[in-house]
């Protein structure tokens, strides 16, 4: 199990040793952290979708090392070995365990590589998006009046359009303004901005509501009349009670980015054909469905779902182990 | 009752008025017009070192807008504060006012930010302000704040929610006592609790303000609180203060209509026996409130002067403690014996 060995509950008060107060911050940071991992050693579902997003992680990570084949070297490419069914079906081929696609590609290999793409532009996405969002949404939620209304617009206008079509904008402008030969090579940045600026309403919608919340609560006032300045009492006080949501979100909204990722990459402004991600490969595997080869899509699928439901349900386990009333 | 040269908070004509106009558009479509709330329409009053001023009246009169002017937590439309000869309602927030000037808050389950430790709660102040600065040296004002209200220094590595509604109160005055100010603001401080909790919190902001000499301002509904903690006591009505007057002479011989409306109405074995005049009608309408005297409508003694002309805050004749505002009152149209006789 990939925890720490942190005891499990906290020292009631910190040691009175150190003297600086960085020194102090990791001590409380430390035992923080011990709470949750007692948290998460006590919750079968958390550890198991740990284990299930590791072995994700960590194949999509280290696909150049570890996937059986290179699905993108031309050179070991083998027409033959074209829509090799997978293990246990006839005609299988022991080296393709996931059966290969239509031009001889391991399905397992292309996986490995795809779901690098996916989760990286997903993760990337959702971490802009959230940045923006929460930031922008503490300021509306917090200052309210003017600026509060002039961040929920432009939110409001943004959301009155799809975000697909926000990301097309954001990938068509990143077109027009760089030279057609740089496009390639940042293509995933475009992606993640495109994805990423059209997801943030969300976040500055959730935030801000909370926000309002929290902020006619006493301890705000108490904060402010102990005379903590307003970035402080963001920061500090209203940040940790907003985030709640904002987590449960954020999960959901990085399968929802890496759809928004394959559905761009199948309309062309996505990653380049020659890098493929998860979604790629769905819309590829699609084409052959109803031909009989149905691996081609479904694994890569299923490898999008169980990945989806990892981080879905530590999510969940996450916002309940932050929330000090259910500890 | 300790009485010094200079008070330690004064208020001169305090006003703070809300903007609570429908949106602009509906101000244009629905012809409706701006609305003006006053919350707080001239109120002076001082405290004095060590004294505890109490602030009696109904929801919605304005007392806690006054305290929350009085912390800074808004500005004041007009009128002057001074806290100890300084005026703090025009600069900025000024640390050595804020240090000297703490607030202990109505409901003990939101004033306490449900994330954070006690420990950290409670020394949230003393970082802020620079008041310690190693941590060896925080923890033990921590823990000697918690003992000091009557809970044990490792309650501080617990969350409020472990706590009840008294312990947390006692968490909220171990806070504000952390910057040791002079002044503390208790708005409603016991009006959650249960009455066994209230008499040990109210004792023991007895004792601390023995031992440190504090002064507070004690806003309540609950007119037995107030009785019990206050050396003097102001009546608010609809913004203002009607009556202002030792608690003795208040709670013996009230002068305003409202406020022997007020105590009339509390259910008292002593005064068994004693006519009670019964609440009449309700709270007017803040934001259309009654022309001349706000009490009129509701004022057995109302004449066609209460109705033109606001009466102001003046000593009563014989007692230089006591000021009430009432033309009843001043004329002598009200009837001493009324109330005092039974």
Known sequence: MPVDAAPAIAPAVV?????????????????????????????PVAVVSAIVLIICLGAALFAPWVAPHNPFDLATLNLLDALTPPHGLPGAKPEYLLGTDDQGRDVLSAIMFGARVSLLVGLAAVVLAMLLGVSLGLIAGYGGGKIDGFIMRVADVQLSFPAILIALLVDGVARAVLPRDAHGSIAVFVLVLAIGVSNWPQYARTVRGSTMVEKSKEYIQAARVIGI??????????????????????TINIATAILTEATLSFLGVGVPPTEPSLGTLIRIGNDFLFSGEWWITIFPGAALVIMVLAINLLGDWLRDALNPKLR | MPTSAQPLVELENV??????????????????????????????????????????GESGCGKSTVA??????????????RFAGRRIDA????????????????????????????????????????????????????GSLL???????????KYPHQFSGGQRQRISIARALATQPAFLICDEPTSALDVSVQAQVLNLMRRL????????LFISH????????????????????????????????PQHPYTRMLLAAVPDLTRTGMPRTAVAGEVPNPLDPPKGCAFHPRCPYADERCRREVPRLKHVAGDADVTVACHAVEEGRLAQEAFTAA
Do not use: C
């Open chain 2, 15 to 56: 006003a703070r008025y809300f903007d609570v106009s429908p949106p602009w558009l509906n101000r244009i479509l629905e012809r409706q017009r701006r609305q003006v709330l006053k919350a707080v329409d001239g109120v002076s009053f001082s405290v004095a070192k060590g004294e505890t001023l109490g602030l009696v």
């Open chain 2, 147 to 157: 003992e000091q209200v009557g809970l044990a220094s490792a309650d501080g590595a």
């Open chain 2, 91 to 142: 600069a900025g927030p000024d640390p050595a006012v804020r240090r000297a000037m703490q607030m202990i808050f109505q409901d003990p389950y939101a004033s306490l930010n449900p994330r954070w430790r006690v420990a950290d709660i409670v020394a949230e102040p003393i970082r802020a302000h620079g008041l310690a600065r190693s941590s060896r040296d925080i923890n033990a004002r921590v």
């Open chain 2, 222 to 253: 609950n007119l037995a609180v107030v009785h019990h903690v206050a050396d003097r006591v102001g009546a608010m009505y609809l913004g203002r203060i009607v009556e202002l007057a030792p608690v003795n002479v208040l709670f013996t011989s």
């Open chain 2, 209 to 216: 303000q023995r031992e440190l000499g504090l002064s507070y």
């Open chain 1, 15 to 43: 040691a009175p040793t150190a003297a600086t107060p960085a020194a102090n911050m990791a001590r409380l940071a430390r035992g923080w952290d011990s709470d949750l991992a007692y948290s998460f050693r006590r919750s």
């Open chain 1, 229 to 250: 300045r307003p970035l402080g009492i963001m920061w500090r006080h209203l940040l940790p009670n907003v985030l709640g949501p904002v987590l449960v979100l954020a």
């Open chain 2, 68 to 81: 929350r002017l009085i912390v800074g937590l808004y500005r004041p439309t007009r009128g002057e504060i």
